[in-house]
């Protein structure tokens, strides 16, 4: 067998390591790559599908409120009460296939608006696509003081079978099931999507890598660990965009639901609130036990439209897509001022016109989460806020005068939970290209700075903020 020559060894010792570093690499991206977008998916899914049974059980809710007032005050035999009850839950909707529906605990359908055709039969043993007894399930779930159940049902606008999600509650005197259900087949194609982007992104990173490898081995030594190092940083990159999409697929999906829940809800609240008012007019006829339900229920209405407005505000502020961000930002500050007692000084410019709707998002929740902190954790009386343009920068500024923290120990915090919210807010800065910096010292308090591009250009404040 003929020796190797020097030169020839120096070249497989070179390009063996490379080689074998390449595929380390390789293979650690790919598993870490699946890892991460598989628990993003499976979180997004869950994060959904519990939204879903919020805004289901607060509907149903809603229409029990709707026709409390009836059903407080009736007799279990008393037929007429009845007969308004069902036609109050038959006209109450929400959305394109909202609707809610009546059975008796022996299956027979008494309300089922889409599909009238239904009404004065028994549907005991109907069972769905999958060999589920729907009615049966229903009823025991009311029976047991209300749960969520997953069925095949035909859905009204598309008149195919669909899987949805369905609440119930027992109306114990008249021995009925009243419920109502959302369709989630949106939700599984939102999941198959945010799947294939996922596979592309995987699939590119592995392609690039691959061809990243052979460069390699041609160029040997010189060019193998720049390679490596721009392979690691192309990986986090697309790590990082991967998990942007999640959050802005989370974005969309708070305001869809923050639309559907003011604009569903409100038309029943109103509804109800019309239904309450007739009522108390009638006390002028002088009926015994009328006033007292019906100013309660009146009581409850406002209640829920405060809620509605709370949860939509919650999911996303409408006053962001309407007015701008200075209004929604001192909207939040005024509602923290009158909720915890903090007073906050806000001194915000007009910068809606220099900023994309994905960048006032950006400092929008970026002040929110720090406030948050702030509120929870800082114990602060006073905070300062300004926001403004320097140079080529819209640059956010924070202080308070709480109990603040040690920056060093806490960055040193081997706990991988540890400035997660930190971490998260100077990650949404980085994607736009901006920055977070954050200073502060046991007692004496916390400032922030984050700045964000005005423009394309990713210029830095004129103060030279660190990130």
Not at 68 to 95: C, N, T
Not at 101 to 109: H, L, V
Not at 259 to 282: C, P
Not at 290 to 309: N, T
Request: proline share 3%.
């Amino acid at each position: 067998m003929p020796k190797l020559n020097l030169r020839l060894k120096f070249l497989l010792l070179s390009i063996l390591p490379l080689v074998l570093a390449a595929s380390a690499i390789s293979w650690l991206v790919f598993a870490q790559a699946e890892r991460l977008a598989e628990a993003e998916i499976r979180t997004f899914e869950r994060n959904i599908l519990q939204a879903r049974k919020d805004e289901l059980k607060s509907y149903l809710e809603l229409a029990m409120a709707s026709i409390d007032h009836i059903y407080s005050v009736a007799s279990p035999l008393d037929a007429v009460s009845k007969e308004r009850v069902k036609a109050i839950i038959e006209d109450l909707s929400y959305g394109e296939d909202g609707y809610f529906f009546i059975y008796d605990r022996d299956g027979t359908a008494l309300v089922e608006p889409p599909e009238p055709w239904r009404v004065g039969r028994t549907y005991w043993n109907l069972r769905d696509i999958n060999g589920n007894t729907v009615i049966q399930g229903l009823i025991f779930n009311a029976e047991k003081g209300g749960d969520f159940m997953r069925h095949v049902w035909e859905k009204p606008s598309t008149g195919e079978p669909t899987e949805k999600i369905t609440y119930s509650l027992m109306l114990d005197k008249w021995d009925w099931m009243i419920g109502t259900g959302i369709y989630i087949d949106d939700i599984a194609e939102q999941v198959t999507e945010i799947e294939a982007e996922v596979s592309t992104h995987i699939r590119e990173t592995t392609i690039s890598i691959i061809g990243v490898t052979i460069l390699a081995v041609l160029l040997v030594g010189i060019s193998g660990t720049v390679v490596t190092l721009s392979e690691r940083k192309l990986a986090d990159s697309k790590l990082k965009e991967l998990t942007h999409r999640v959050v802005d697929v989370q974005e969309q999906e708070r305001l869809r639901v923050s639309r559907e829940l003011h604009d569903g809800i409100s038309q029943i609240l109103v509804s109800v609130k019309y239904s309450v008012e007739t009522a108390i007019a009638r006390i002028t006829q002088k009926r015994d036990n009328a006033m007292e339900p019906m100013e309660k229920a009146a009581k409850r209405l406002q209640d829920a439209i405060h809620e509605v407005r709370r949860i939509s505000r919650d999911l996303r502020p409408a006053v962001l897509d309407d007015l701008g961000l200075k209004p929604a930002i001192e909207s939040m500050c005024a509602e923290l001022q009158d909720r915890s007692g903090i007073l906050i000084e806000v001194k915000c410019e007009n910068i809606d016109g220099q900023l994309d709707i994905g960048k006032k998002t950006t400092l929008y929740r970026v002040l929110q989460e720090t406030l948050t902190n702030i509120e929870r954790h800082a114990d602060a009386t006073v905070v300062k806020i300004t926001i403004k343009r320097e140079g080529q920068s819209i640059v956010m500024r924070i202080s308070d005068n709480g109990v603040g923290f040690e920056t060093n120990r806490y960055i040193r915090n081997r706990d991988p939970r540890a400035g997660i919210g930190l971490r998260n807010m100077r990650e949404r800065m980085e994607f736009h290209g901006g920055g977070l910096s954050v200073r502060s010292e046991p007692d004496d308090g916390t400032k922030i700075t984050a700045f964000i591009p005005a423009t394309s250009q990713n210029a830095l404040p004129d103060d030279a903020i660190s990130g």
